[in-house]
């Protein structure tokens, strides 16, 4: 009539089992976890590498930029130093020819009045 009930060292074992099924449960997911995490580092850490090489291209492009602006610089002064001279000779030369187009003009007045 009376069903034997488990012994105690059957539902210890039991006990133990299930535990340690949850146990080694609870390591696998950790252990995944673990293996996520170290992917996406891995990633990330790849991205940045990638990133960083861009930013060292960028700037030796930079820098390759600054240097035609100066050097465009320097010849854009060396022009307007040009265009100057150019202009202070250019203004003389009027102003000598306007000069000697009154002399002979002057000398023109007096050959004609000369004349009469």
């Known amino acids: ?17 299930f535990v340690q099924g949850l146990t080694e449960e609870q390591d696998y997911k950790q252990e995944q976890e673990h ?15 990638e990133l960083n090489k861009k930013i060292e291209k960028l700037e030796k492009e930079n820098k390759k930029l600054q240097n035609k602006i100066r050097k465009m610089e320097r010849k854009s002064k060396d022009t307007k130093h040009a265009i100057k ?14 000069s ?4 002979d003009e002057n000398s023109c007045e007096e050959l004609s009045e000369d004349d009469q």
């Open 35 to 49: 293996e996520q995490k170290q992917e996406q580092c891995y990633e990330e850490n790849n991205s940045l590498a």
């Open 100 to 103: 000697t187009y009154i002399a």
């Open 85 to 98: 001279r150019a202009a202070i000779i250019i203004n003389a030369s009027i102003k000598r020819n306007y």
């Open 1 to 17: 009539i009376f069903k034997s009930a488990p012994s105690t060292s059957t539902t210890q074992a039991q006990a133990q089992e």
